[in-house]
């Protein structure tokens, strides 16, 4: 009987069509008149005006300003009075004009992506002040893990509506520039943008303020978007030309490599192919085969750990591999994103990227240079302050995730380790070791090391007995001895992965939540990865907001005094600031006292300050 033909669910397919913007499908099937009946829910009414003062006038005056500025330089805004999107396309004149109008801080301006509507006022000299609601923003913080913030997926999740219908449009208009009608249509699909924004303030205020989060956005994530935005604007100064020579060091020892390379193997090949590799390993040297994949034998970075005491030419392709993606990555890599206006890197900083709230930054990735590797380390060197008479500032919080744990956990043993300035790693290697602090051995605070970052990332026996050479037994008993020591975290683990469990969800100490649908899987695995999730964010989450705090702190400090200092870079825990000689002494202050009074934890927050004429140095 349950396999027996039935009517199928036709709102059901109509939803999951329209996620995914199977539009013909739509039709197909019928469901085209679901459409046009939820269209008919949002109607607007447009008009263009030429007239910088009637624009003025729409706007002056009202408590908020939903807007939309295209690429275009055409700005468009909703009057809620009249129900009419006035649309005005902007040169230096209308700019001009509209600076009242942006910098007026009584005036509260709502609209999508206001980030990059800061860059664009900035470089016409207008300062856009008052930066209050972001549809983007907003999503994101409603749902950290969506990934879907652009505003036709909004509309769609929010208010069911489809703004692609007018995409159509906008390809026609590409292929005749020409075409009134398709012009207007074009025009008609960027006032949809605008009306989509004041419908969305609407249902993403009451949601935001329902789940407990308004604060979260308006004092956390809104204030932030204009520290990003400055902070890509002014970019940070690159010596090109150290960079380049920093290439041809790396290059030379890369070549010397290649060569020791072949000569212990006894023969020319492609090292960065893994199959000539492969085959040079395991059937020319004859080394024992750890794993094979369907295109033949395996050479990642897990298989030539295992085999490093094999040979002696293990370590050396380790080194090589490192220093090829040094070079390729961070030298070639980073040169073509050196602006030649004002030679310096404008990175992209992400507020809407990672589910756990840390920024993430692109074109380029400033925050995966590394810096274990000495080699990693010198690339800062090409990192500079600017002018003459300018250094950096780097600030860098010490231990902060395990700082958090210890709040959060009221963890007796941490709590009183942190308060007394005791090295954590030596007193977790006494604890778990069982010998007195001053005999632990410089491998025993290894260890203890990777079990104390490792253990809020629910990090297993197999994961450490990799990390840290020892066998899983060894590994197991060095967990269970920690989490016998440090009671208040095996409590903490057991109990948020149970709240969360019961919740759908996990919070920071700020309010910003995760929702983890994994550990409704049936999938053990995916269960599995959830509870990792449910233990980490929290931690991870609350120092992002912490170092996220401190950043506008720090860029209203700065703003509010005067100063000629600028807030240019941000890599996880650490804030690189350029500052002038006579104003070094306040600054150091300033970062400081902003870094470490973000919170009051049970533990100290401590930043530690350091000056130098390069990145190199100031770290």
């Known amino acids: 009987e349950e396999l027996t033909k039935k009517e199928w669910n036709k709102d059901a397919v109509y939803s999951i069509f329209k996620n995914l913007r199977f539009n013909r499908y739509i039709e197909r099937f019928e469901l085209s008149e679901k459409i046009q009946k939820e269209e008919q829910q949002l109607s607007f009414n447009y008009e263009s005006t030429n007239n910088k003062e009637d624009i003025i006038k729409i706007i002056k005056d009202k408590k908020r300003m939903f807007y939309y500025l295209d690429e275009a330089k055409t700005l468009y805004v909703y009057n809620e009075e009249s129900s009419v999107i006035d649309y005005i396309a902007l040169d230096k004149e209308k700019f001009e004009a509209l600076k009242t109008v942006f910098e007026n801080t009584e005036i509260l301006k709502c609209g999508y992506n206001l980030k990059e509507d800061w860059k664009a006022l900035k470089r016409n000299d207008i300062s856009c002040e008052n930066m209050m609601f972001d549809v983007r923003i907003a999503g994101y913080v409603l749902n950290s893990t969506s990934n879907k913030y652009s505003l036709e997926d909004l509309s769609l999740e929010y208010l069911n509506y489809d703004i692609t219908q007018y995409e159509e449009a906008e390809k026609q208009d590409q292929l005749n520039l020409f075409n009134a009608e398709e012009e207007n249509k074009l025009e008609e699909r960027k006032c949809a943008y605008v009306y989509v924004i004041y419908k969305l303030y609407e249902t993403l205020s009451k949601k935001l303020k329902e789940a407990n989060e308004w604060e979260l956005f308006s004092t956390i994530e809104m204030p932030l978007t204009e520290v990003l935005a400055s902070m ?10 150290e960079l380049k020579q920093f290439g041809i060091e790396l290059q030379v020892q890369i070549d010397s490599l290649k060569e020791e390379i072949y000569k212990a193997c006894g023969e020319e090949f492609n090292i960065n192919s893994p199959k000539q590799l492969g085959e040079v390993l395991f059937e020319k040297l004859k080394l024992p085969v750890q794993k094979k994949t369907k ?85 800062r060197k090409a990192f500079m302050a600017q002018k003459e008479g ?75 007995a990799g990390q840290i050479g020892v066998s899983r037994k060894q590994a197991k008993q060095y967990i269970e001895g920690y989490l016998e020591k440090y009671n208040g975290i095996k409590h903490f683990m057991e109990t948020i992965v149970n709240d969360a469990k019961e919740k759908g969800y ?31 964010t929290p931690i991870q989450g609350t120092a992002a907001d912490i170092i996220k705090i ?60 350091g000056e130098g004429r390069t990145w190199y140095d100031a770290k």
């Open 295 to 379: 295109s033949g034998y395996s050479t990642d970075s897990d298989v030539l750990e295992k085999l490093i005491e094999e040979h002696p030419v293990i370590s050396k392709i380790m080194e090589y591999r490192q220093m090829s993606k040094l070079n390729s990555t961070f030298v070639e890599g980073l040169i073509p994103f050196i602006n030649q206006a004002t030679n310096r890197i404008h990175s992209h900083f992400h507020q809407t990227v990672t589910a756990t709230g840390r920024i993430s930054s692109t074109d380029p990735n400033l925050q995966n240079i590394p810096t274990r590797m000495e080699l990693g380390q010198k690339l």
């Open 550 to 609: 401190a950043m506008i702190r720090v860029y209203n400090e700065l703003k509010s005094r005067r100063l000629r200092s600028k807030l240019i870079l941000q890599v996880h825990d650490e804030l690189i600031i350029e500052t002038y000689e006579n104003e070094k002494e306040k600054v150091k202050q300033i970062l400081k006292d902003c870094m470490e009074n973000v919170i009051k934890l049970k533990v100290p927050l401590i930043a530690e300050v």
């Open 390 to 464: 300018t250094i950096l500032l780097d600030a860098d919080y010490s231990q902060i995730e395990l700082r958090v744990l210890a709040h959060i956990a009221n963890d007796e043993n941490m709590i009183n380790a942190f308060n007394k300035g005791e090295d954590i790693h030596k007193q977790a290697a006494s604890m778990v070791f069982n010998v007195p602090i001053e005999e632990v051995t410089k491998q025993m605070r290894s260890n203890a090391k990777a079990v104390n970052f490792g253990i809020v990332y629910g990090i297993s026996d197999f994961g450490l």
């Open 232 to 241: 890509e604007y002014d970019g940070v100064y690159v010596d090109k030309e």
């Open 506 to 536: 996990v919070e920071t100490l700020f309010g910003r939540r995760r929702y983890i649908q994994e550990l409704s899987s049936s999938n053990y695995m995916i269960r599995q990865f959830g509870q990792r999730i449910a233990m980490n």
